[in-house]
Antibody, heavy 119, light 107 residues
Framework: EVQLVESGGGLVQPGGSLRLSCAAS????????MSWVRQAPGKGLEWVAN????????NFVDSVRGRFTISRDNAKNSLYLQMNSLRADDTSVYYC????????????WGQGTLVTVSS | DIQMTQSPSSVSASVGDRVTITCRAS??????LAWYQQKPGKAPKLLIY???SLQSGVPPRFSGSGSGTDFTLTISSLQPEDFATYYC?????????FGGGTKVEIK
C-alpha cells in the first residue's frame, strides 16, 4: 500500500524558515516524480513544486521560487521542502504527492501538515 | 500561466441526480486534464486523468470528457459519499494549475 506521511509543520514567525519532510513507503520511491501541493484554510488547491526521480529537474510556482527548495533522498525514501522567508500567505496545509511523470496528475497523497505563519 | 475556471462554484443536488461540472482552460491543453475529489479534512483523491480515463478503483458513475479548452466531469447518479468538493487540474505546462473548485452539496 502506498503511504506518504508528512511532518515538520508548525507555527513560525514571518521571515522564518521551516523544513517539511515526507516519508514514502509501499512503492519504488526512486521511480516517481514527487510534488508538494498546498491549501490555505478554506481555500482551493495550489501546486507548489515538483522534482524528478534523481533530483536533477525541479519546477516551482512563481510565488515560492527563490524562497522554497525541493529535494529528495532516494536512499531514505524521503521528500523535502525547505521553506525560507515565510510570509503570512504561505499559511496552508502542505501535501506531499506522487506523480507518475512531470505531465501526470498526483495519484497518491499524504494526509498533509499544517504550516502557520504568524507573529 | 494557464488559468483554470470551474463552474458552478457550488451545486445542490439529491441522491440519484445527474451532476455535471465544467472546467475551462485559458489556453488549449489538449487532454492534459485531471479531476480530483476532496472531502473535508482529507487529502484530494484522483478520479480522472487525461480528461476521460478513470483512475483505478473509481466507480464508473464518474466520467470525464472534453479536450482543448473545455472539459466536463459528470456523476451519472449521485451517491451519498459523493458529496464533496471537486477540482480540475491542468498538467500541460508549469506551473500546474487547479480550478477554484465545485462544492457538491445535499439538496
Amino acid at each position: 500500500e502506498v503511504q506518504l506521511v508528512e511532518s515538520g509543520g508548525g507555527l513560525v514567525q514571518p521571515g522564518g524558515s521551516l523544513r517539511l519532510s515526507c516519508a514514502a513507503s509501499g512503492f519504488s520511491f526512486s521511480s516517481y516524480w514527487m510534488s508538494w501541493v498546498r491549501q490555505a484554510p478554506g481555500k482551493g488547491l495550489e501546486w507548489v513544486a515538483n522534482i524528478n526521480q534523481d533530483g536533477s529537474e525541479k519546477n516551482f510556482v512563481d510565488s515560492v521560487r527563490g524562497r522554497f527548495t525541493i529535494s529528495r533522498d532516494n536512499a531514505k525514501n524521503s521528500l523535502y521542502l525547505q521553506m525560507n522567508s515565510l510570509r503570512a500567505d504561505d499559511t496552508s496545509v502542505y501535501y506531499c504527492a506522487r506523480d507518475v511523470s512531470n505531465t501526470s496528475p498526483s495519484d497518491s497523497w499524504g494526509q498533509g501538515t499544517l504550516v502557520t505563519v504568524s507573529s | 500561466d494557464i488559468q483554470m475556471t470551474q463552474s458552478p462554484s457550488s451545486v445542490s443536488a439529491s441522491v440519484g441526480d445527474r451532476v455535471t461540472i465544467t472546467c475551462r482552460a485559458s489556453h488549449g491543453i489538449s487532454s492534459w486534464l485531471a479531476w480530483y475529489q476532496q472531502k473535508p479534512g482529507k487529502a484530494p483523491k484522483l478520479l480522472i486523468y487525461l480528461a476521460s480515463s478513470l483512475q483505478s478503483g473509481v466507480p464508473p458513475r464518474f466520467s470525464g470528457s472534453g479536450s482543448g479548452t473545455d472539459f466536463t466531469l459528470t456523476i451519472s447518479s449521485l451517491q451519498p459519499e459523493d458529496f464533496a468538493t471537486y477540482y480540475c487540474q491542468q498538467t500541460k505546462s508549469f506551473p500546474l494549475t487547479f480550478g477554484g473548485g465545485t462544492k457538491v452539496e445535499i439538496k
